[in-house]
Every structure is written in C-alpha cells, then in structure tokens.
C-alpha cells in the first residue's frame, strides 16, 4: 500500500511497517490494530482504557512486595464490585469439569518449587437445572497433598483425607471449646 503524510496535522496515512526501533517523542493514536510480533517494552504505565485480551498466559512480576495485582472498581453503587470471575469456557461441558484451580506456590530450602496450598472448584453436574458445584481446598502435611475442607452437594467434609490431625473450635477466652 501506499504510504501518505498529511503536512498539516503529521497523520501517516497507511500501512507503515517498521524493521527496527520505533521511537515515539510525543503523543500516539492509532485508529486501527496494532501488531506487535516481538516483545513490547514500556518505560512507563500502560494504561488500557478498554481492557485488553490476552491470548496466552501472562506473567506479573515486582520486585518488593507490594500489591502484584489489584482489581478496583471506582462504582458508587450498592453493588458488589470489583468481581474476579473464573469461568471454564467449554464447548462441551461434562460431569466433574474441573473449573479453576488457584494455587499458592513458594520454594522449600532446597530450593525447589512447591505447592504448598491449592483451592480447585469442580462442575460435578452440569444438567440444566440440577448443576452442582464442589470447591475443595488442600495443603501440604509432612509433604503431601493432603484435603482440609470439600464441599460439594451433599456435604462439607473436613479432613477427607483422614491425616492425623486435630480439629480445634475456639471460643473467646477459651483455646478448646470444642476438641476432636
């Protein structure tokens, strides 16, 4: 295509591709799509005013130990917000889909990659209707996953495991009101 400049207000008209660095000194608008194949690097905050996609995982990283991610809603509403949805998109949805799966992930003193927490929610029946849901969240005991609380539609299980453990109930001023 061609490429054309309009003198008076600097608009390139057109297709420009760029084989090298593009460096930008002042204010940019694009009006279509912008392709990006290698890596975008900003010096600055990239701000999105109407949300972005993101076609394949991402990664967050900080340095400290500030807030990595935070969700804010600025509605004055008495409605609940900001909202974090987990949603399985699937074409064909089946019995005991898992559905989402969040785990909390730190190193051992080996240096090794552990899992040491994780909360995972499951479709247990997707029949119109009669849909039933479980969320279960599990830990590590002595090394292995172990389950702490299920809950799904029939009952709420703590322990399912069956791993050695107390099961304590504390009151104000009373460390074992209640002591399994």
Do not use: C, H
């Amino acid at each position: 295509k061609a490429v054309g400049l309009n003198v008076t207000t600097g608009d390139i008209l057109g297709d420009v591709g760029v084989g090298g660095t593009l460096a930008v000194t002042d204010d940019a608008t694009i009006g279509g799509t912008a392709l990006v194949t290698g890596v975008l690097t900003t010096t600055a905050a990239t701000i999105f005013n109407g949300g972005f996609v993101s076609n394949d995982g991402s990664t967050i990283t900080t340095a400290d130990n500030t807030d990595t991610l935070t969700l804010q809603s600025t509605d004055a509403d008495a409605v609940v917000g900001p909202v974090l949805s987990l949603k399985r998109d699937s074409s064909s949805p089946a019995d005991n889909d898992a559905l989402a799966y969040i785990k909390f992930v730190g190193e051992n003193d080996a240096g090794e990659e552990v899992q040491y927490v994780y909360m995972q929610a499951t479709a247990l029946d997707v029949t119109d209707g009669t849909e039933d849901g479980k969320l279960e969240i599990v830990s590590q005991v002595a090394g292995a996953g172990v389950s702490r609380i299920k809950m799904d539609s029939t009952e709420i299980a703590f322990n399912d495991s069956s791993v050695d453990l107390d099961f304590r109930v504390e009151s104000n001023g009373n460390t074992e009101m209640l002591l399994i």
